[in-house]
């Protein structure tokens, strides 16, 4: 592959990434594809100081269906059900948290950068997410990005057994796509949201 088609490639796949709502447990390829493609972008995904706070969990099926059973319950009834709904038609969900201990321990090591560790964890958390979201384009697979945190914080610690030092970040829903979202409209970036001084 050339340099220039592997990178309109990439290119291709960030574009493909959108936020995909209409899912279904229909997945075009099997869990393990999808498994083993977050554990490789957890990997390769960078961290501050490389210090590996990132934490996912994936769910599926009936434990899908009791995570956003469990999420409906945990805002006693004041969210929309069909949405809640929407999101449990999908095959999985992928968790997303970081590890407050990593972060504890390089505040300690490091105590004069210690009020960044935690907003840099947060910037590769994001980074984990949105890889993982633009990788799941390139299969096919729909997702979206939700933040039903914190207020589910502690059902969905007990509904999986998880520690309490890592918390939530994000919740992606993931499952076959029943339907695309409408194109977006073309954005004028150059000149307003990405300036060029030479
Ligand atoms: C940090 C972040 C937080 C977001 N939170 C939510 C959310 O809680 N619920 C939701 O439906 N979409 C959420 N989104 C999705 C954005 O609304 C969406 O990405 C944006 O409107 C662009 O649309 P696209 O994803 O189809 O490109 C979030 C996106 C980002 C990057």
């Known amino acids: 592959m050339t340099q220039s088609t592997q990178t309109e490639q990439f290119l291709q796949t960030l574009k493909d990434r959108r936020s995909r709502y209409a899912i279904n447990d229909n997945l075009p390829v099997s869990r393990e594809e999808v498994e083993d493609l977050v554990a490789e972008i957890v990997e390769h995904t960078p961290d501050a100081y490389n210090m590996k706070s ?11 269906q009791a995570l956003w059973d469990a999420i409906y319950e945990a805002f006693d009834g004041k969210v929309d059900r069909s949405k ?3 999101f449990a038609a ?3 969900t992928i968790l997303y948290f970081y590890d407050e201990s990593i972060i504890e321990g390089m505040q300690e090591q490091f105590p004069s950068y210690a009020g960044n560790f935690p907003i840099w964890s947060q910037h590769a958390n994001g980074m984990l997410q949105s890889n993982v979201w633009s990788a799941l384009a390139s299969l096919k697979v729909g997702a979206s990005l939700q933040h039903y945190n914190p207020v589910i914080d502690n059902s969905v610690r ?12 994000a919740q992606m829903p993931v499952g076959g796509i029943v339907e695309e979202p409408a ?10 949201r990405l300036i060029i001084r030479d």
């Open 54 to 64: 990132a934490r996912v969990v994936i769910v599926w099926g009936e434990k899908n």
């Open 84 to 86: 809640i709904d929407g």
């Open 90 to 92: 999908g095959d999985g």
């Open 158 to 169: 007990e509904l999986f057994g998880l520690p309490e030092e890592w918390k939530l970040v």
């Open 183 to 192: 194109p977006k409209d073309a954005e004028e970036v150059r000149g307003n």
